[in-house]
């Protein structure tokens, strides 16, 4: 497993997921 791709994968999964409900999520390296 490479942990590094299945973070970025999950991270990008659930910014998709926000901006599929409407909603603008952060910017990649903020909190």
Do not use: Q, Y
């Not at 490479?2 to 390296?29: F, S």
Request: include cysteine; aromatic fraction near 10%; proline fraction near 6%.
């Amino acid at each position: 497993w490479n942990w590094e791709v299945v973070v970025r994968n999950c991270a990008e999964d659930w910014v998709l997921g926000l901006r599929e409900n409407g909603m603008n999520p952060p910017l990649k390296g903020n909190e």
